[in-house]
């Protein structure tokens, strides 16, 4: 009753003001009109059937709705502490901005961590510093089944497809990949012209979708296949079967934005939606996968090939180790993603609960590889929030050769971590296809700072490891990492993780991983 009466008394003051303006001076329109609208505004309030907060406060309740859509940007910049944001707090962010734009990183006054708190992870220095290299360490990705070996980088440009980036991050991601001489991973969404017009080294991702190398019916074409693979930028060639977003699910791209140039890229038609499967159609067992990705690597004429994974089950990765041992072949690397997500949009569910976060997926892999014998002939990438030379190092020691970064990039391009990057209103022209939106990101100056950022934090890297009397990153052991498991305890990675011996697996497997290894069969996917 009360809520009626007020909209009615402001529609009433509002018309009544109306008439008394006719004629008279501006003040009475400055009071009318608002009186009126907002009179209006609670009539349909009133009338409104799908908000139940508008019924019972018409007007005054389109403030509730006001505060929740900027409560993000509320508790980004006025609530949050520096270090304690999700899925990068305010102290990472800030130290990718400064390092993109060559600016001073250093933080004075001590650490603002509760170094005390259980989790808190920290790196063994020591007393006998080696000098910092002056040429960044590379890794040799290539088995012995690969003709053309690639020299990685120790950090380059994670999975992003053209279509989930604008064109110009795109060009400005493969721009700063040349001029720092590290790769870009295209993403699944295919190889299109952004990704070869700087010059770049690429890492070609095929996924379920087979973009770029597909048939009408959405099976993989290998004649296609070949003839990109071909590309000089093209140095390497990465099967994506899950990604850490969402493992174990598919993806789909709405028709409204499969717009002429995207459908080129991915051969598919434009206009209509596109849904990537959540599984192969060309292989369906663990020897079947190594069975193909040795076909892509002699399709692509010799050219290192792996495969990309969010860890799941032990059992199942066991069971490629067996048929990679049963084959006489192997892929050349490996890219773990971690299960914490990354910049594909995914369901909140699969981004919070399914999937092994990258420490337990690498740890998984490197032992695996190991007790199977094959760590020798394979590399091991990690793709998972490494935007500090902290992370890398972390990564190196946990059992990767090399990392990856996708958000720490799309920062260097000048993300905000405003997470409306699936909605194509990306504010700073980053994920979006709105040419309006795309054109702020400028291509010749975030290109140099895409480069800024990967050289500083390698260098940073190199720092840290010869603080830890270290020059090369092989000699990293995992007692140089240690984690406070208790306020008053803390132990090292040596102690808190099980580390397998070349070999183990093929004669006597431990008691904790003996089930598993006899479990594996590389003929099944076995759950």
């Known amino acids: 009753m009360i809520r009626t009466l007020f909209v009615a008394l402001t529609l009433a003051a509002g018309i009544a003001a109306t008439v008394a ?70 102290d990472v962010r800030t130290l990718v901005y400064e390092r993109a734009k060559g600016t001073d990183a250093e933080q004075p006054y ?74 870009q991973d295209t993403g699944e969404g295919g190889l299109s012209e952004y990704h070869l017009r700087p010059g770049g080294d690429l890492i070609w991702e095929i996924g379920t979708g087979y973009f770029g190398c597909r048939t009408g019916d959405g099976d993989f074409d290998p004649a296609e296949f070949a003839d990109k693979a ?80 969010c860890v799941g089950s032990r059992r199942q990765f066991l069971a490629v180790c067996k048929a990679m041992l049963a084959e006489g072949t192997a892929p050349d690397f490996i890219v773990v993603d971690g299960g914490e997500g990354g910049t ?11 999937g092994a976060p990258l420490t337990e997926g690498l740890l998984t892999v490197h032992n695996a590889l190991v007790g199977a014998g094959l760590r020798d002939r394979i590399k091991v990438g990690a793709s998972g929030k490494i935007a500090t030379g902290t992370d890398l190092v972390k990564r190196l020691i946990q059992g990767a ?13 000048g993300c905000i971590q405003a997470q409306r990057c699936h909605t194509n209103t990306c504010p700073t022209g980053v994920t979006t296809q709105d040419p309006r939106r795309a054109r702020a990101l400028d291509v010749r ?51 808190l993780h099980e580390w397998l011996e070349p070999g183990r697996l093929l004669a006597e497997p431990p008691q904790s991983w003996a089930a598993d290894w006899k479990a594996a069969d590389p003929d099944r996917f076995t759950v």
């Open 230 to 309: 071909a590309h000089d930028h093209v140095k390497c060639v990465s099967l994506k079967l899950s990604q850490g977003a969402k493992p174990g699910i598919g993806g789909v791209l709405p028709g409204t934005k499969v717009n002429a140039e995207i459908a080129k890229v991915r051969d598919v038609p434009e206009g209509r939606t596109v849904i990537s499967p959540p599984y192969h159609r060309t292989f369906s067992t663990p020897r079947e996968l190594i069975r193909f990705i040795a076909r892509l690597r002699e399709l692509s004429g010799g050219k290192p090939t792996g495969f990309k994974l």
């Open 401 to 413: 050769d090399y990392g990856n970064a996708a958000r720490a990039m799309m920062f260097a391009v």
């Open 445 to 495: 100056d975030k290109a140099p700072r895409v480069q800024r950022f990967q050289e500083a934090t390698v260098s940073s890297a190199l720092q840290i490891m010869a603080s830890m009397g270290v020059t090369d990153p092989a000699e990293l052991r995992p007692h140089m990492l240690r984690r406070r498991i208790a306020p008053h305890t803390e132990r090292s990675y040596a102690d």
């Open 21 to 90: 303006a006719v004629g008279l001076s501006p003040w009475w329109w400055a009071a009318a009109v608002p009186l009126t609208l907002l009179g209006l505004v609670g009539g349909v309030d009133l009338l409104q059937r799908r908000h139940s907060v508008l019924r019972n406060y018409p007007v005054l309740g389109h403030a509730r709705f006001l505060l929740e859509r900027i409560r993000p940007e509320l508790q980004q910049y006025f609530i949050e502490r520096n270090f304690d944001g999700r899925p990068f707090d305010r």
């Open 110 to 183: 001590g650490t603002e961590r509760d170094v005390y708190q259980p989790g808190y992870e920290f790196l063994v220095p020591s007393m006998a510093p080696c000098p910092v290299p002056e040429t960044p360490p590379r890794v040799r990705v290539g088995g012995p089944d690969c003709k053309h070996p690639y020299d990685m980088a120790l950090l380059n440009v994670s999975a992003m497809s053209f279509g989930s980036l604008s064109a110009n991050a795109v060009l400005a991601l493969n721009g700063g990949a040349a001029a720092g001489n590290f790769a």
């Open 344 to 354: 594909g949009a995914a369901p909140m569910e699969f981004a919070d609960h399914v």
